[in-house]
């Protein structure tokens, strides 16, 4: 027993620079509307120069583009370290790119809480961004995605919940969209999926905060600006602006189908923290009428959301997951096709807010 114990220790040493850990994989459409894979690993080899390597082959598949990527490295590439999965929008606008992650979710060897991620514009242009004052492109497009959806701009879906919001009829999926600008990665909002996998739209950085509040995803404070009607404080237009953090909330869905017709009340308490006021305002004597005001606009702008998920049938939201819950008879009648019934729903969105400070005293 005691030899059997060493055994384990006698085989062949795994040498570190002749790994290649795939850290990043993208796939995206080419000019010619073929399929290209391209992959992101770290160099060890202290003799490199390049403190990372990018690859890239035209494939059928993206098992198919294994072969062709291990033709072209010096090492033998181990995926089970990867930080993100990028995808073309331009693949997207055309077709479902689901069917081609399927060897990511099918290979245990992979790991499933990769960050999925919408380039808007080319996965090459992504992959090939100076980064010499930043560090290694996978790893600061993963710190730049944390730290995006730390400050509530954007989500963060991985694999794993991808391919949940892709096989759940309750909801669509949900993704990072990220582009380059001036040879600097920028974290631009979300975009959202059809239940086919194509893409339907994208979302700011303000409607991005409002699906996570609409989400109930309000573990940390989800920062809004609104403007304001000018008249209503006698001010300049140009300066009718509020800044703040809600802090907290608890939005409370209530579905109900009367004759067929689907109506979805969202009852929200709201506390918040102003963090900008760029106007003369006594609050001792309008701090009630600030609320009424940041209530109406926080309605307006939260409907207005819903309406835009509405037209193109989606719903990010996950309220068919409430309906399944609480509705279940009526929703096994919509069930194959939820994106429409919510189109034709009638939302209504009911906030009542409390400012719970304004800062530094005047």
Known sequence: MAILLFVPGCGKAIYLENQQFVLTEGIDFDENNKLIVYTSTPVFNKEATDRYKITSTSAKTMRKSKGE???????????????????????????????????????????????????DGTIKDVMFTNMSDKGIVPNVIKQQLESAYKSRITVQTSLQQFHQQMKDKGMTP?????????NDLVIS?????????TYAT????????????????????????????????????????????????????????????????????????????????NLDEKKKQLEQVIEKELKKECEALIKKAQKYQ?????????????????????????????????????PKVIIKSIGVSE
Do not use: C
């Open 69 to 119: 990527i291990n033709s072209k490295t010096s090492g033998n590439l181990a995926y089970g370290k990867s930080q993100n999965v990028l995808i073309g929008k331009k693949l997207l606008q055309q077709r479902n790119a689901f069917p081609y992650l399927d060897v990511l979710f099918r290979d245990s060897r992979n790991e499933i809480n990769a960050n999925v991620i919408v380039v």
């Open 174 to 182: 949900a993704l990072t969209e990220m582009k380059v600008e001036k």
């Open 189 to 197: 909002g979300t975009v959202l999926l059809h239940k086919d996998g």
């Open 202 to 281: 994208s979302l700011n950085h303000q409607e991005s905060s409002l699906l996570l509040l609409l989400q109930r995803n309000v573990n940390n404070p989800l920062p809004l600006t609104f403007h304001l009607p000018p008249e209503m404080f006698h001010t300049d237009e140009k300066l009718s602006y509020v800044s703040f953090n809600i802090k907290k909330a608890n939005p409370k869905i209530k579905a109900n189908f009367e004759g067929g017709d689907l109506t979805i009340d969202i009852k929200m308490k709201v506390q918040i923290d102003l963090t900008e006021r760029t106007f003369d305002l």
């Open 314 to 350: 989606v719903d990010p939201f996950q309220f068919g997951v409430h309906v399944r819950a609480y509705q279940n008879k009526d929703w096994k009648k919509v069930e194959d096709n939820w994106g429409k019934a919510l189109s034709e729903a009638t939302v209504n969105v009911s």
